[in-house]
């Protein structure tokens, strides 16, 4: 069974074998070697193991007729393309919504209030899809479309007090992920079990401690933002984010590798890309409240 948790579940990996699939060791009359840890070899547990098309009665015309064995075409099968093309849509409509939002909507108190409903409704999509055991490709672009509104207000808020934010903010998501990726594709970073296990718990305690200040903030306990201060205590929380957030990247990066490798079924893609956009979406916030410190600070 996938795990249902609905902020750091990755529906490429299986907590049937070892922890979140990774680095299982075979067990006595489970799957053979190499299996293991694969969501998609279970026919068992996988509706999608059994491919109707496998056993094709033209497949074998060449070989009766001596010709070279060919090897067998896989159809509905997730391939990188399709999670290109997913992610440019989920990521083209938060950008459009992003862009609506700073044209028409201008500063205002009304704009914040908007913003604040826009990012609500976008949580509660996303909560929805992590619990659902499919894809649903109308509630990740909702969710795209509605924090695309969150992120535009926002960002102009952001513009209007400290010029250029944004643009470095996008700037440095961009030069995070792409580190990320070069550091994961190099094999730098092995994402195993042991990796995996640590970084959620970070994460965990993270959002847990960041829930309890955004309380005592609210209830003025803590002044000036509390860790989310301007000073060296809000610089050392924002990198900190960030970090979390280039972690969750190599888990969208394995999940991506691990569904072409092993076969995922198509729909996967849409995941793949809605995990992408959530991480990239995370990076960015983050990227702009340190931007802004900085800022600030000049």
């Known amino acids: 069974m996938r795990s249902s948790n609905p902020v750091f579940s990755r529906r490429g990996f299986s907590r049937d ?16 070697v190499g299996t293991q840890g694969n969501p998609y070899a279970q ?13 094709n009665p033209y497949a074998q015309q060449g070989l009766q007729q001596g010709a070279p064995p060919q090897a067998p075409v896989t159809t509905g ?24 939002a700073w044209a028409l909507l201008p500063v205002s108190s009304t704009s914040y209030g908007l913003a604040i409903g826009s990012g609500l409704v976008a949580f509660v999509l996303a909560i929805v899809q992590s ?28 513009n209007s007090q400290w010029h250029g934010a944004p643009f470095q903010a996008v700037l440095g998501t961009m030069a995070v992920a792409g580190a990320t990726l070069l550091v994961y594709k190099a094999g730098w970073i092995r994402v195993t079990a ?13 959002i847990a401690v960041m829930a309890v200040n955004l309380l005592l903030v609210a209830f003025g306990v803590a002044p000036d933002g509390g860790l989310r201060s301007s000073g060296p205590l809000g610089i050392a929380v924002g990198i900190l984010a960030i970090l979390i957030g280039a972690f969750f990247l ?19 893609a849409w995941l793949a ?19 802004a410190i900085f800022s600030g600070r000049d």
């Open 17 to 32: 074998n070892g922890y979140a699939g990774f680095n299982a060791a075979p067990q006595a009359g489970g799957p053979a």
């Open 43 to 55: 026919q068992g547990g996988n509706p999608y193991a059994q491919n109707p098309y496998a056993q």
């Open 77 to 100: 099968r997730m391939t990188m393309d399709d999670v290109v093309m997913r992610s440019a849509m989920t990521l083209g409509t938060v950008v459009v919504g992003a862009v609506l």
């Open 131 to 158: 619990f659902k055991r499919a894809a649903s490709p109308a509630l990740i672009i909702g969710y795209a479309a509605f924090e695309g509104v969150f992120l535009g207000v926002i960002s102009e808020m952001y």
């Open 194 to 206: 042991r990796y995996a296990r640590i970084g959620i718990t970070i994460a965990i305690a993270f």
């Open 250 to 268: 190599t888990l969208d990066f394995k999940q991506i590798e691990d569904g072409i490798t092993y076969g995922a079924p198509k729909e996967e």
């Open 273 to 291: 890309a809605f995990g992408l956009t959530m991480t990239l979406v995370w990076i960015y916030v983050e990227m702009l409240r340190l931007v």
